[in-house]
Protein backbone atom coordinates (compact mmCIF):
# COMPACT_ATOMS: atom_id res chain seq x y z
CA UNK A 1 0.00 0.00 0.00
CA UNK A 2 1.42 3.20 -1.39
CA UNK A 3 0.04 6.73 0.41
CA UNK A 4 0.75 10.50 -0.85
CA UNK A 5 0.31 13.08 1.95
CA UNK A 6 0.22 16.44 1.03
CA UNK A 7 0.65 18.95 4.33
CA UNK A 8 2.30 15.91 5.90
CA UNK A 9 4.35 18.12 8.28
CA UNK A 10 1.61 19.52 9.76
CA UNK A 11 -0.16 18.11 13.12
CA UNK A 12 -2.97 15.81 10.89
CA UNK A 13 0.18 14.69 8.43
CA UNK A 14 2.32 13.73 11.55
CA UNK A 15 -0.30 11.66 13.27
CA UNK A 16 -1.63 10.22 9.74
CA UNK A 17 2.21 9.51 8.47
CA UNK A 18 2.34 7.46 12.19
CA UNK A 19 -0.82 5.44 11.68
CA UNK A 20 -0.07 4.23 7.93
CA UNK A 21 3.88 3.14 8.87
CA UNK A 22 2.08 1.37 11.75
CA UNK A 23 -0.11 -0.07 9.31
CA UNK A 24 2.36 -1.30 6.70
CA UNK A 25 2.34 1.66 4.34
CA UNK A 26 5.09 3.07 1.96
CA UNK A 27 4.61 6.85 3.17
CA UNK A 28 5.47 9.78 0.59
CA UNK A 29 4.71 13.58 1.47
CA UNK A 30 4.68 16.25 -0.70
CA UNK A 31 6.69 19.12 1.00
CA UNK A 32 7.39 22.92 0.55
CA UNK A 33 11.25 23.85 0.25
CA UNK A 34 12.24 26.31 2.90
CA UNK A 35 15.71 27.47 3.57
CA UNK A 36 14.93 25.62 6.87
CA UNK A 37 15.20 21.40 6.93
CA UNK A 38 13.93 21.33 10.88
CA UNK A 39 10.56 19.61 10.75
CA UNK A 40 9.95 19.05 14.21
CA UNK A 41 6.76 16.93 14.09
CA UNK A 42 8.05 14.63 12.09
CA UNK A 43 12.20 14.42 13.64
CA UNK A 44 11.95 10.97 15.04
CA UNK A 45 10.75 9.42 12.14
CA UNK A 46 13.34 11.61 10.15
CA UNK A 47 16.21 10.53 11.85
CA UNK A 48 15.70 7.58 11.93
CA UNK A 49 17.34 5.56 8.94
CA UNK A 50 15.17 1.94 9.24
CA UNK A 51 12.29 4.56 8.24
CA UNK A 52 13.00 7.70 6.25
CA UNK A 53 13.85 6.66 2.82
CA UNK A 54 12.95 2.61 2.61
CA UNK A 55 9.11 3.55 3.87
CA UNK A 56 8.89 7.11 4.44
CA UNK A 57 9.89 9.78 1.56
CA UNK A 58 9.79 13.28 0.83
CA UNK A 59 9.47 15.23 -2.07
CA UNK A 60 9.22 19.02 -2.75
CA UNK A 61 6.85 20.74 -4.16
CA UNK A 62 4.51 23.46 -4.02
CA UNK A 63 0.31 23.51 -4.40
CA UNK A 64 0.78 25.60 -6.88
CA UNK A 65 3.46 23.66 -8.95
CA UNK A 66 1.07 21.48 -10.46
CA UNK A 67 3.89 19.91 -12.99
CA UNK A 68 6.00 18.50 -10.02
CA UNK A 69 2.92 17.48 -8.71
CA UNK A 70 2.13 15.89 -11.09
CA UNK A 71 5.39 14.39 -11.81
CA UNK A 72 5.83 13.25 -7.81
CA UNK A 73 2.11 11.62 -8.83
CA UNK A 74 3.07 9.72 -11.53
CA UNK A 75 5.96 7.95 -10.22
CA UNK A 76 4.37 7.21 -6.88
CA UNK A 77 1.44 5.97 -8.24
CA UNK A 78 -0.62 6.11 -5.25
CA UNK A 79 -3.39 3.87 -4.12
CA UNK A 80 -4.54 6.29 -1.63
CA UNK A 81 -4.29 9.79 -1.81
CA UNK A 82 -4.47 12.15 1.38
CA UNK A 83 -4.94 16.00 0.98
CA UNK A 84 -4.11 17.61 4.06
CA UNK A 85 -2.30 21.28 3.04
CA UNK A 86 -3.39 24.52 2.59
CA UNK A 87 -3.44 27.99 4.17
CA UNK A 88 -5.35 26.24 7.15
CA UNK A 89 -5.77 29.66 9.49
CA UNK A 90 -9.08 31.02 9.91
CA UNK A 91 -8.28 34.58 11.13
CA UNK A 92 -5.14 34.53 8.96
CA UNK A 93 -7.46 34.30 5.73
CA UNK A 94 -8.85 37.91 6.12
CA UNK A 95 -5.49 39.51 5.85
CA UNK A 96 -4.33 37.05 3.08
CA UNK A 97 -7.80 36.23 1.17
CA UNK A 98 -6.35 35.32 -2.41
CA UNK A 99 -3.84 33.36 -1.35
CA UNK A 100 -5.84 31.54 0.79
CA UNK A 101 -8.06 30.56 -1.92
CA UNK A 102 -5.45 29.92 -4.29
CA UNK A 103 -3.91 27.23 -2.31
CA UNK A 104 -7.02 25.75 -0.40
CA UNK A 105 -9.51 25.92 -3.12
CA UNK A 106 -7.45 25.74 -6.55
CA UNK A 107 -5.14 24.00 -5.25
CA UNK A 108 -7.45 21.49 -4.22
CA UNK A 109 -9.17 21.19 -7.95
CA UNK A 110 -5.36 21.34 -9.65
CA UNK A 111 -4.72 17.86 -7.87
CA UNK A 112 -8.10 16.10 -8.52
CA UNK A 113 -7.86 17.48 -12.42
CA UNK A 114 -4.55 15.44 -11.79
CA UNK A 115 -6.10 12.00 -10.16
CA UNK A 116 -8.75 11.45 -12.74
CA UNK A 117 -6.47 11.49 -15.71
CA UNK A 118 -4.53 8.85 -14.16
CA UNK A 119 -5.47 5.36 -15.52
CA UNK A 120 -5.94 3.74 -12.27
CA UNK A 121 -7.00 6.69 -9.90
CA UNK A 122 -5.86 6.44 -6.04
CA UNK A 123 -8.60 7.07 -3.66
CA UNK A 124 -8.82 10.64 -2.13
CA UNK A 125 -9.40 12.39 0.73
CA UNK A 126 -9.64 15.76 1.14
CA UNK A 127 -9.42 17.50 4.55
CA UNK A 128 -12.29 19.86 4.48
CA UNK A 129 -13.43 21.88 7.44
CA UNK A 130 -16.68 23.14 9.94
CA UNK A 131 -16.12 26.35 8.64
CA UNK A 132 -18.00 25.32 5.59
CA UNK A 133 -21.02 25.52 7.35
CA UNK A 134 -20.60 29.54 8.96
CA UNK A 135 -23.01 30.66 10.97
CA UNK A 136 -25.80 27.62 10.78
CA UNK A 137 -29.38 28.07 11.63
CA UNK A 138 -29.74 24.36 12.67
CA UNK A 139 -27.21 22.83 15.44
CA UNK A 140 -26.08 20.38 15.12
CA UNK A 141 -24.70 20.05 12.25
CA UNK A 142 -24.49 17.14 9.64
CA UNK A 143 -23.34 15.89 5.71
CA UNK A 144 -26.30 17.75 5.14
CA UNK A 145 -25.89 21.03 6.35
CA UNK A 146 -25.92 23.83 3.84
CA UNK A 147 -23.15 25.78 3.45
CA UNK A 148 -23.17 29.32 4.43
CA UNK A 149 -19.16 30.19 5.18
CA UNK A 150 -18.46 33.66 6.93
CA UNK A 151 -14.41 34.04 6.31
CA UNK A 152 -12.18 32.85 3.34
CA UNK A 153 -11.00 30.20 4.22
CA UNK A 154 -14.37 28.77 4.64
CA UNK A 155 -15.38 30.07 1.45
CA UNK A 156 -12.36 28.13 0.00
CA UNK A 157 -12.93 24.98 1.85
CA UNK A 158 -16.19 25.17 0.66
CA UNK A 159 -15.08 24.96 -3.00
CA UNK A 160 -13.62 22.62 -2.55
CA UNK A 161 -15.66 20.11 -0.51
CA UNK A 162 -18.24 20.65 -3.47
CA UNK A 163 -15.59 20.13 -6.19
CA UNK A 164 -14.56 17.07 -4.92
CA UNK A 165 -18.48 15.77 -4.61
CA UNK A 166 -18.96 16.53 -8.10
CA UNK A 167 -15.48 14.63 -8.70
CA UNK A 168 -17.13 11.71 -7.20
CA UNK A 169 -20.65 12.05 -8.71
CA UNK A 170 -19.70 12.89 -12.24
CA UNK A 171 -16.53 10.95 -12.71
CA UNK A 172 -17.26 7.99 -10.49
CA UNK A 173 -14.43 8.58 -8.24
CA UNK A 174 -13.45 7.47 -4.92
CA UNK A 175 -13.24 11.05 -3.65
CA UNK A 176 -14.30 11.60 0.21
CA UNK A 177 -14.41 14.83 2.59
CA UNK A 178 -13.51 14.87 6.18
CA UNK A 179 -15.60 17.24 7.22
CA UNK A 180 -13.36 18.39 10.30
CA UNK A 181 -14.14 20.53 13.38
CA UNK A 182 -11.60 21.59 15.88
CA UNK A 183 -9.11 18.97 16.61
CA UNK A 184 -6.05 19.55 18.51
CA UNK A 185 -2.69 18.13 20.09
CA UNK A 186 0.16 19.09 21.32
CA UNK A 187 1.68 19.18 17.89
CA UNK A 188 -0.34 22.11 17.09
CA UNK A 189 1.37 25.23 15.88
CA UNK A 190 1.34 28.20 18.79
CA UNK A 191 -0.87 30.93 16.53
CA UNK A 192 -4.11 28.79 17.46
CA UNK A 193 -5.78 29.57 20.70
CA UNK A 194 -5.81 25.87 22.47
CA UNK A 195 -2.07 26.19 21.67
CA UNK A 196 -1.56 29.76 22.60
CA UNK A 197 -2.96 28.77 26.25
CA UNK A 198 -1.19 25.49 26.61
CA UNK A 199 1.88 27.30 25.91
CA UNK A 200 1.38 30.37 28.05
CA UNK A 201 0.49 27.92 30.84
CA UNK A 202 3.78 26.32 30.83
CA UNK A 203 5.28 29.58 30.30
CA UNK A 204 3.93 31.93 32.96
CA UNK A 205 4.70 28.84 35.51
CA UNK A 206 7.70 28.84 34.57
CA UNK A 207 8.10 32.65 35.16
CA UNK A 208 9.22 33.20 31.43
CA UNK A 209 5.90 35.02 30.36
CA UNK A 210 3.59 37.57 32.36
CA UNK A 211 0.49 37.56 30.52
CA UNK A 212 -1.66 36.51 27.89
CA UNK A 213 -3.70 38.60 25.78
CA UNK A 214 -7.02 36.84 23.47
CA UNK A 215 -10.03 38.33 21.71
CA UNK A 216 -13.47 36.75 22.52
CA UNK A 217 -13.75 34.54 25.77
CA UNK A 218 -17.02 33.46 25.00
CA UNK A 219 -16.20 32.06 21.78
CA UNK A 220 -16.76 28.24 21.98
CA UNK A 221 -15.46 25.18 19.80
CA UNK A 222 -16.16 21.49 19.25
CA UNK A 223 -12.43 20.72 20.33
CA UNK A 224 -11.19 16.81 19.32
CA UNK A 225 -7.77 15.09 19.26
CA UNK A 226 -6.35 15.13 16.22
CA UNK A 227 -5.12 11.95 16.38
CA UNK A 228 -8.42 10.54 16.21
CA UNK A 229 -9.40 12.42 13.68
CA UNK A 230 -6.43 11.08 11.00
CA UNK A 231 -7.95 7.53 12.25
CA UNK A 232 -11.17 8.53 10.87
CA UNK A 233 -9.78 9.36 7.67
CA UNK A 234 -7.71 6.07 7.13
CA UNK A 235 -11.16 4.35 7.88
CA UNK A 236 -13.25 6.45 5.47
CA UNK A 237 -10.52 5.34 2.78
CA UNK A 238 -11.14 1.74 3.60
CA UNK A 239 -14.87 1.82 2.90
CA UNK A 240 -16.49 0.03 -0.01
CA UNK A 241 -18.25 3.14 -1.25
CA UNK A 242 -16.72 6.86 -0.84
CA UNK A 243 -18.75 9.44 1.23
CA UNK A 244 -18.87 12.92 2.79
CA UNK A 245 -18.23 12.08 7.11
CA UNK A 246 -18.69 14.67 9.74
CA UNK A 247 -15.94 14.30 12.58
CA UNK A 248 -16.45 15.90 15.71
CA UNK A 249 -17.47 15.44 19.23
CA UNK A 250 -21.01 16.95 19.56
CA UNK A 251 -19.32 18.98 22.44
CA UNK A 252 -18.93 22.83 22.70
CA UNK A 253 -16.31 24.62 25.21
CA UNK A 254 -15.51 28.35 25.68
CA UNK A 255 -12.05 29.74 25.90
CA UNK A 256 -12.55 30.26 29.58
CA UNK A 257 -13.33 26.66 29.89
CA UNK A 258 -10.45 25.94 28.19
CA UNK A 259 -8.43 28.57 29.87
CA UNK A 260 -9.59 27.12 33.68
CA UNK A 261 -8.59 23.37 32.45
CA UNK A 262 -5.24 24.24 31.51
CA UNK A 263 -4.01 26.85 33.89
CA UNK A 264 -5.71 24.52 36.78
CA UNK A 265 -3.14 21.79 35.30
CA UNK A 266 -0.21 23.84 36.52
CA UNK A 267 -1.81 25.42 39.61
CA UNK A 268 -2.73 28.75 38.44
CA UNK A 269 -5.95 30.85 38.18
CA UNK A 270 -6.02 31.98 34.76
CA UNK A 271 -8.11 35.33 36.10
CA UNK A 272 -4.80 36.65 37.11
CA UNK A 273 -3.34 36.46 33.49
CA UNK A 274 -5.12 36.60 30.82
CA UNK A 275 -6.42 40.05 29.03
CA UNK A 276 -9.62 40.51 26.87
CA UNK A 277 -8.56 42.55 23.71
CA UNK A 278 -10.67 43.48 21.16
CA UNK A 279 -7.56 43.59 18.26
CA UNK A 280 -7.82 39.40 18.35
CA UNK A 281 -11.35 39.27 17.41
CA UNK A 282 -12.21 38.05 13.90
CA UNK A 283 -14.09 40.77 11.68
CA UNK A 284 -16.29 37.83 11.14
CA UNK A 285 -16.44 34.92 13.73
CA UNK A 286 -18.41 31.32 12.86
CA UNK A 287 -20.52 30.62 15.89
CA UNK A 288 -23.09 28.00 16.87
CA UNK A 289 -21.04 24.89 15.18
CA UNK A 290 -21.37 21.67 16.81
CA UNK A 291 -20.48 18.58 14.82
CA UNK A 292 -23.23 15.30 14.56
CA UNK A 293 -20.57 12.99 13.70
CA UNK A 294 -22.70 10.02 13.83
CA UNK A 295 -22.44 9.04 10.18
CA UNK A 296 -19.09 8.32 11.48
CA UNK A 297 -19.84 6.02 14.39
CA UNK A 298 -22.10 4.36 12.63
CA UNK A 299 -20.53 3.38 9.26
CA UNK A 300 -17.13 4.13 10.49
CA UNK A 301 -16.94 2.66 13.95
CA UNK A 302 -15.46 5.52 14.86
CA UNK A 303 -14.67 6.51 18.42
CA UNK A 304 -12.87 9.52 20.59
CA UNK A 305 -9.99 8.23 22.85
CA UNK A 306 -9.57 11.34 24.68
CA UNK A 307 -12.09 13.93 26.30
CA UNK A 308 -11.45 17.67 26.35
CA UNK A 309 -10.30 17.43 29.64
CA UNK A 310 -7.64 14.97 28.79
CA UNK A 311 -6.55 16.58 26.07
CA UNK A 312 -5.85 19.90 27.68
CA UNK A 313 -3.96 17.92 30.06
CA UNK A 314 -2.50 16.45 27.92
CA UNK A 315 -1.58 19.46 25.80
CA UNK A 316 -0.04 21.20 29.15
CA UNK A 317 1.99 18.21 30.19
CA UNK A 318 3.69 18.25 26.56
CA UNK A 319 4.46 22.39 26.91
CA UNK A 320 5.62 22.00 30.57
CA UNK A 321 7.88 19.51 29.32
CA UNK A 322 9.15 21.31 26.09
CA UNK A 323 9.28 24.76 28.25
CA UNK A 324 12.06 22.58 30.76
CA UNK A 325 14.06 21.80 28.17
CA UNK A 326 13.97 24.72 25.82
CA UNK A 327 13.16 27.98 27.92
CA UNK A 328 13.36 30.33 24.26
CA UNK A 329 10.72 27.88 22.39
CA UNK A 330 9.32 29.88 19.87
CA UNK A 331 7.64 28.76 17.06
CA UNK A 332 6.94 24.69 15.68
Known amino acids: MIALITGITGQDGSYLTELLL ?27 DSVYGKRLFLHYADLSDITTIRRIISKIRPVEFYHLAGQSHVGLSFEIPESTCDLTAMGTLRIMEILRDLPQPPRFLHASSREIFGSPAVSPQDE ?13 KAFATQMTRIYREAHGLFFCNAICYNHESPRRGENFVTRKVTLAAARIHAGLQKQLSLGDLDAARDWGFAGDFVHAMWLML ?18 RQLLSIAFERVGLDWRNYVREEQRFI ?42 AERPALTGM
Not at 144 to 156: E, K, L, N, Q
Open 238 to 255: QQNTPDDYVLATGQEHTI
Open 282 to 323: RPADAHGLLGNASRARTKLGWTQSLSFRELIHLMVDEDVRLV
Open 144 to 156: ATPFAPVSPYGCA
Open 22 to 48: QKGYEVHGIVRRSSSLERIRLSRLYSD
